[in-house]
């Protein structure tokens, strides 16, 4: 069955940095995008990175500055470093590949708590 996989949540302090990484069963670069998405307790479901095929990495405003997306495909793994962490950073993360055709996979998410 075709998935993708987070790793990488944990606990850190506020300022520290994290990264997750992500593998897939299927090539990443067969993917036309793949991307990071984040949802905390309460709230919806949002975008915090993505990053096309052959494209530029898009970011929400609010990671901007602090969180960089990436892919290795000799490692077939897309990771996002976080850096300078804040509480409004705690969620559980996920991990998606998506196209082509209607291709859409979403990993079980990892958690990332910033608390002091």
């Known amino acids: 069955q075709e998935q993708v996989v987070e790793s990488g949540g944990g606990l850190v302090q506020p300022g520290g940095s994290l990264r997750l990484s992500c593998t897939s069963s299927?090539?990443?670069?067969?993917?036309?995008?793949m991307g990071w998405y984040r949802q905390a307790p309460g709230n919806p479901r949002e975008l915090v990175a993505t990053?096309?095929?052959?494209?530029?990495?898009n970011y929400a405003d609010s990671v901007k500055g602090r969180f960089t997306i990436s892919r290795d495909a000799g490692r077939n793994t897309m990771s996002l470093q976080m850096n300078n962490l804040k509480p409004e950073d705690t969620a559980v993360y996920y991990c998606r590949g998506s196209g082509p055709y209607n291709i859409d996979l979403w990993g079980q998410g990892t958690q990332v708590t910033v608390s002091s």
């Open positions: 299927k090539r990443i670069l067969s993917f036309n995008e």
């Open positions: 990053l096309p095929r052959g494209g530029r990495p």
